[in-house]
């Protein structure tokens, strides 16, 4: 699900050679919530509907296809208040030189005064100089001394996962968190059919119940269950309780045929 502020992070991938990576790229960005893809001077121009694209980019045709394309940089991060130079190292005449998560806080800063933008450069050569100066900073992702190599789609998705972190939500989605927890008198009935559930069973005695019924309402409270997840449960009771009585009726049935 796209973040509020998606539309207000733009992701630039400067000549990209090949259109798997750009579709690589916008299934990275489509993961972390983001949606702005721009794409500057790409080797293959009809990238959109590119077999290798689409492929790459898995179910996230929708943020490909939204990718916009651009002549130079410069027109790529017009309306941009704050541009990153995704380099590992400092130019002689280039921006300072900061590590990612410097850079994801001052652009949570920033946000309310315009656009930020994150800058990718080939595969193969990186950003040229002149790309780097159009930026305000360098930004390195922290990696192994002796192998730092990252493709493009890697480095796209570790920065939108930085910035998920710093400008979205911070959270880890829930398939069910749209589900809200179950009404009180559907937790409280629950409960009941539980607790004769295992008497049924013969686990709870009813003369002695101590104190297990509260403990399982202290689990059951933790878990916060949904309105589905309480109708689960209590169909596992019914089964239980149904069961018990059909054993005990066929009980009955033999000794009467006895």
Same mark, same amino acid.
């Given at each position: 699900?796209?973040?509020?502020?998606?539309?207000?992070?733009?992701?630039?991938?400067?000549?990209?050679?090949?259109?798997?990576?750009?579709?690589?790229?916008?299934?990275?960005?489509?993961?972390?919530?983001?949606?702005?893809?721009?794409?500057?001077?790409?080797k293959a121009a009809v990238f959109h509907e590119?077999?290798?694209?689409?492929?790459?980019?898995?179910?996230?045709?929708?943020?490909?296809?939204?990718?916009?394309?651009?002549?130079?940089?410069?027109?790529?991060?017009?309306?941009?208040?704050?541009?990153?130079?995704?380099?590992?190292?400092?130019?002689?005449?280039?921006?300072?030189?900061?590590?990612?998560?410097?850079?994801?806080? =001052?652009? %949570?800063? *920033? !946000?309310?005064? @315009?656009?930020? #933008?994150?800058? $990718?450069?080939? /595969?193969?050569?990186?950003?040229?100089?002149?790309?780097?100066?159009?930026?305000?900073?360098?930004?390195?992702?922290?990696?192994?001394?002796?192998?730092?190599?990252?493709?493009?789609?890697?480095?796209?998705?570790?920065?939108?996962? =930085?910035? %998920?972190? *710093? !400008?979205?939500? @911070?959270?880890? #989605?829930?398939? $069910?968190?749209? /589900?809200?927890?179950?009404?009180?008198?559907?937790?409280?009935?629950?409960?009941?059919?539980?607790e004769q559930a295992l008497i049924a069973l013969?686990?709870?005695?009813?003369?002695?119940?101590?104190?297990?019924?509260?403990?399982?309402?202290?689990?059951?409270?933790?878990?916060?269950?949904?309105?589905?997840?309480?109708?689960?449960?209590?169909?596992?009771?019914?089964?239980?309780?149904?069961?018990?009585?059909?054993?005990?009726?066929?009980?009955?049935?033999?000794?009467?045929?006895?």
């Open positions: 699900m796209p973040l509020p502020n998606a539309d207000r992070i733009r992701f630039v991938l400067v000549a990209p050679s090949h259109p798997g990576n750009i579709g690589a790229a916008a299934r990275a960005l489509k993961t972390m919530g983001w949606t702005k893809l721009a794409v500057v001077a790409p590119h077999e290798a694209a689409l492929a790459f980019a898995s179910n996230a045709h929708d943020v490909l296809r939204a990718a916009t394309v651009h002549a130079s940089l410069a027109q790529a991060l017009s309306g941009v208040r704050l541009a990153y130079a995704m380099t590992g190292y400092a130019r002689e005449f280039g921006p300072r030189l900061i590590d990612l998560r410097t850079a994801v806080t =001052e652009a %949570r800063a *920033a !946000l309310a005064g @315009g656009d930020i #933008a994150f800058v $990718f450069g080939t /595969e193969r050569d990186g950003l040229r100089n002149e790309d780097v100066e159009r930026c305000h900073a360098c930004v390195a992702i922290p990696a192994d001394a002796e192998y730092g190599s990252l493709n493009l789609a890697q480095a796209v998705q570790v920065v939108a996962y =930085e910035c %998920r972190l *710093a !400008l979205g939500t @911070g959270r880890v #989605a829930s398939r $069910f968190e749209s /589900e809200p927890p179950a009404a009180v008198d559907a937790v409280e009935a629950m409960h009941a059919h539980l013969g686990y709870l005695d009813p003369a002695q119940p101590k104190r297990l019924m509260a403990r399982l309402r202290r689990l059951l409270t933790r878990a916060q269950p949904t309105a589905s997840e309480v109708d689960i449960l209590r169909g596992i009771a019914a089964s239980i309780i149904a069961r018990k009585s059909e054993r005990a009726g066929q009980k009955i049935v033999k000794a009467r045929s006895g």
